[in-house]
T-cell receptor, first 112, second 108 residues
Framework: NAGVTQTPKFRVLKTGQSMTLLCAQDMNHEYMYWYRQDPGMGLRLIHYSVGEGTTAKGEVPDGYNVSRLKKQNFLLGLESAAPSQTSVYFC???????????FGPGTRLTVL | AQRVTQPEKLLSVFKGAPVELKCNYSYSGSPELFWYVQYSRQRLQLLLRHISRESIKGFTADLNKGETSFHLKKPFAQEEDSAMYYCALLGGYQKVTFGTGTKLQVIP
């Protein structure tokens, strides 16, 4: 099992460009999460999903959109990237709301 | 609003010394608390959760509702314990809130 995978690993964008980060899990987990990690800020929840076809806002959702069309995939979109969105993005999944979260390797995004 | 506070950004201890990583939380309901760890060049992973009341790699954590704390402790630090540690709280609306993390540095 690959667990949780993220695509791409690195990306550099110019201000105003758009992109989509893909998270995939092969553990049949219901719950999926997108976090951003910034120095001194820890992990902050952007959006999450409690099942296929559902999404919900987390702590810092502005400037991001998500979709969960398939149970195994959770996409994070940036419609118009800003330098403030330079960060490391982590995806995670869990079998239940109180279950262990399994994390992906992260995507390092730089917005110039 | 739910909040997790880890007051120390960096904690340096000598090998063999006791370790205590502090975590305080703010939540009006009954919390579920976790400790996650990220070793160098590895993924973030669960270390332990309070409902399990288990000891993992010699670490324990007790939920103190009176002090709203969930400090992580180990009696004798090992070099391989050096890592970034995050305290996390599962609160309302199925949201998980992470603290800002504490970097543990074990000095040989």
């Amino acid at each position: 099992n690959a667990g949780v995978t993220q695509t791409p690993k690195f990306r550099v964008l110019k201000t105003g460009q758009s992109m989509t980060l893909l998270c995939a899990q092969d553990m049949n987990h219901e719950y999926m999460y997108w976090y951003r990690q910034d120095p001194g800020m820890g992990l902050r929840l952007i959006h999450y999903s409690v099942g296929e076809g559902t999404t919900a806002k987390g702590e810092v959702p502005d400037g991001y959109n998500v979709s969960r069309l398939k149970k195994q995939n959770f996409l994070l979109g940036l419609e118009s990237a800003a330098p403030s969105q330079t960060s490391v993005y982590f995806c995670a999944s869990s079998a239940s709301v109180s279950g262990e979260q399994f994390f992906g390797p992260g995507t390092r995004l730089t917005v110039l | 609003a739910q909040r997790v506070t880890q007051p120390e950004k960096l904690l340096s201890v000598f090998k063999g010394a006791p370790v205590e990583l502090k975590c305080n939380y703010s939540y009006s309901g009954s919390p579920e608390l976790f400790w996650y760890v990220q070793y160098s060049r590895q993924r973030l992973q669960l270390l332990l959760r309070h409902i399990s009341r288990e000891s993992i790699k010699g670490f324990t954590a007790d939920l103190n509702k009176g002090e709203t704390s969930f400090h992580l402790k180990k009696p004798f630090a090992q070099e391989e314990d050096s890592a970034m540690y995050y305290c996390a709280l599962l609160g309302g609306y199925q949201k998980v809130t992470f603290g800002t993390g504490t970097k543990l540095q074990v000095i040989p």
